[in-house]
C-alpha cells in the first residue's frame, strides 16, 4: 500500500544549515520548522480543536500514549476512530511512545530487556510497555507519527549507565521498527528517539546505530531533563549533522521562545513543549519583547493589550487589566486567553523562522533574536 | 438627555399571559423571553465573550456587584470604560446589586436602616452597601441594568421576620431609586425588586409600594432559596399580574429548564442562573429528552453527541465518549465544551417559547413540555 508521507526540502540555509521543508502526511502538509501543541489526554488545555485552527493554524499536535492508554484505553480510541475521529482533529497528530512518562511520573517499577514494568499513576495498576506494545498502542491511537518506546535517563548519569542505557535504547528501537514494519499499511509514520545522556560519543553512536532502520525520521530524545541550556545545544550540535539530510529531525521537548530559533540553527525540523501552555495558566505571558507577569500591579488598570505586535483574539481584545483580573479572579477563560496568546506567539515564532529560511535571511533573524533575549 | 431605553410588548399569549417583547438598550436590543448567562466575576465561565456571541447569541449576560466591588474594584472598571470596555462585550449587561452575595455568602456582619456591613469572602475587609452606594457602583460598572439594594431573607422565615425585611426592601427601593432618578443620564435602567418570603399578602404590599416608584422594569427576588417549586411559581403568580404590563418582569436566580415556560406560562420576560453552567462543570447536560450524566459508564465508547436535535459546537463534533474522556481526565475543554451545549440549550429552549408565543402556540408548546419533564 503506498503512502503520502514524504518531507521535502525546500530550501537550506548555507551558513547555518537551518531548514525550511514541507512533511506531506495523511492529515495535510506540515511546513517546517514546525512547534506542536502538547495535547497530552487528547485535548490541549483550554483551546478548542476549532480554535486551534482558526486562532493558531496549528498543522500538528502531540498526543501522549502512556496518558491514553491508561484513560480511556487504547481500544476506546480504535473504535472512535483513532485520535483524529476520537478528539475530531482532522489534522495530523504525533504521539510519543510513553517512554518518557513512565521514567519520569516516577511510576517505574523495572526496566527489563524486555521493556519495562510500571505502575499507573493513576490507580497503581501494573502495565508493562515493550517495545512492540508500544506500537500497537500507536497503532490503535492512529496518529500520524507514532515514536518508539526509549529509556530516559535523568541528568546526571554517570558514562557506564548512559552506555547501558543508550545500548537499549537501540536494541528496543530494533524491536520496535521490525513490528512497525510487519504492520506499515502507509498511514502511519514511525520515528526512532537518540539517545546518549550528554556524552557525545553515546549520541554518535547511538544515532549511527539507528541509522541503520532508515527510519521515517528521528528524533533527539533525553534533552530538557535539567542539563544546562548549552549542553543540550551542544548534543544537538553533534547529533544533528549525523542524520539524513531527507528525513525531518525532531527535538522533543524543547523549548522557551529564544531556544526555538537555536534549534533552527542547528538544523531542526520539530519541536515540542508544554513550556507556553503551562507558563499561560499560570500567568506568564511571552511576548516579542520579553515576559509579561500579569499578576504584577503594574497591569492593575493598564488598557493596553499584552503584546501590542501580537494579532492572536486575546492581544486584539482584551486589556492586561482584564486579563489580570481573570487571572487573579481564578477565571477559567483567563487559561484560554493566555494559551492561545502564548501557543500563537511559538507558532508565529516558527513562521517567522521559516519565512526568514525561505528568504535567505535567516542568519540575520537569528542574530536579531540573539541581540533582544541577551 | 433621552434615552433608547424601551420595552416593546410584541404578543401576549390569552390563554396563559406570556409574553414576547423586545427590549430596547444602549448595547442592543433584546428579545424576550430571554435567558440571561451568568458572568459572575466579569466572565462567564469557560466561555469566550466570541463564542457567547457567534455560537449562543446571547443579547444580555449578568454580572456580580458583590464579586466586582471587591475586585478587581469599580474604579478600575470604570476607568476601562466600564463593564462593556472592561470586558470587551459590546451587548447588554445587566448587574445585581450585591444584596444576595452579602446575605448568602455568610460574610454578613451587620443590616442596618442605613445599609449592611459585611466582611470580604477574599481577605476578611469590611465593607458597607448603602441602597445609594450600590447603585454608584454600578454606575461604575455602567450595566445597562442595574438593580436596587434588597434584602434576601433566608427560607423559611416568620411572617414578622419577613414583614420587617420587606418594609426595609421597600424604604431601601425609594432610596436608591431616588439616588438613581438623581444621576440618570439615559445610559443605566434601574429594577427594584420584590420581596416577601413566601407570603403572598407581603409579596403583594411589596409589590404595589413598588409600584409607586413608576420603575423601569420590576424583578422578582427572594425565590430559589431552598422553597419547593410550586412555593416559587404560586410568589410569581401572586405578583406579576400586579406589575405594570409595559414594563419588562425580571425573576432572579431561576431555573432548571422545565421551569423556563413556566415562569414564561406567569407573565415573566427575564431569568437568570447559574444551573446550566454550573451543571455543565459538573458532568451534567441537559437535553431535549432529559439529562446526560456523562461520567456514566454506559457512555465509555459512545459515538453519539450528547443531544442529536441540539446544533451547538459541541454536539455538532464530539461524542459522549470523548466528552467523557475529557470530565475523567479534568481536562478544562471539558467545561467550555459542556457550558457551551447547557447554555445553548437554555437559550434555545428561550427562543423555542419566545417564537411559540409569537404563533400564538404557546400554551401548545407549555403542555408538550409538561409532558416530557413528567
Not at 71 to 94: K, S
Not at 112 to 139: A, K
Not at 303 to 329: E, K, M, Q, W
Not at 342 to 359: A, H, K, V
Request: with cysteine; net charge neutral.
Amino acid at each position: 500500500m503506498g503512502s503520502v508521507f514524504r518531507f521535502e526540502l525546500q530550501a537550506v540555509c548555507p551558513e547555518t544549515g537551518a531548514r525550511a521543508g514541507l512533511l506531506h502526511t495523511p492529515h495535510g502538509v506540515i511546513e517546517t520548522p514546525v512547534f506542536m501543541p502538547v495535547g497530552t489526554q487528547a485535548a490541549i488545555k483550554g483551546v478548542l480543536q476549532r480554535d486551534l485552527i482558526s486562532d493558531l493554524d496549528a498543522k500538528i499536535i502531540l498526543a501522549n500514549t502512556y496518558h491514553l492508554f491508561l484513560r480511556p484505553g487504547p481500544e476506546v480510541v480504535r473504535a472512535l476512530g483513532g485520535l483524529h475521529g476520537f478528539m475530531n482533529w482532522p489534522r495530523a497528530v504525533l504521539t510519543d511512545s510513553g517512554g518518557f512518562q513512565v521514567f519520569s511520573l516516577d511510576t517505574l517499577r523495572k526496566v527489563t530487556e524486555e521493556g519495562v514494568l510500571f505502575r499507573s499513576h493513576l490507580n497503581g495498576d501494573q502495565h508493562m510497555f515493550t517495545p512492540e506494545s508500544t506500537i500497537d498502542v500507536q497503532r490503535a491511537l492512529g496518529s500520524d507519527i507514532m515514536m518508539v518506546l526509549d529509556e530516559c535517563l535523568a541528568y546526571p548519569a554517570s558514562h557506564e549507565a548512559a552506555r547501558a542505557s543508550t545500548d537499549r535504547t537501540v536494541r528496543w528501537a530494533r524491536a520496535a521498527y521490525t513490528h512497525y514494519r510487519q504492520h506499515a499499511d502507509g498511514t502511519q509514520n514511525c520515528f526512532p528517539i537518540v539517545q546518549g545522556s550528554m556524552f557525545p560519543d553515546l549520541r554518535r553512536q547511538c544515532a549511527e546505530q539507528l541509522l541503520e532502520l532508515d527510519a521515517d525520521g528521528y528524533a533527539i530524545g533525553g534533552l530538557s531533563v535539567g542539563e544546562p541550556r548549552a549542553l543540550s545545544l551542544e548534543m544537538t550540535e553533534v547529533v544533528a549533522p549525523l542524520l539524513p539530510p531527507g528525513r525531518p529531525r525532531y527535538v522533543m521537548g524543547v523549548g522557551m521562545p529564544d531556544e526555538l530559533p537555536e534549534y533552527v540553527a542547528r538544523g531542526i525540523d520539530m519541536m515540542d513543549c508544554v513550556l507556553p501552555s503551562r507558563n499561560a495558566r499560570n500567568g506568564y505571558f511571552f511576548t516579542l519583547t520579553g515576559r509579561v507577569v500579569i499578576k504584577q500591579s503594574q497591569y492593575k488598570d493598564d488598557a493596553a493589550p499584552i503584546d501590542s505586535n501580537c494579532s492572536c483574539y486575546t492581544c486584539r481584545n482584551f486589556s492586561r487589566a482584564y486579563l489580570r483580573h481573570l487571572f487573579l479572579a481564578g477565571e477559567m477563560t483567563f487559561s484560554t486567553l493566555a494559551t492561545l496568546h502564548n501557543l500563537r506567539r511559538y507558532l508565529d515564532i516558527m513562521r517567522e523562522i521559516r519565512e526568514s529560511i525561505l528568504d535567505g535571511k535567516f542568519p540575520a533573524y537569528l542574530r536579531e533574536r540573539r541581540k533582544v533575549s541577551e
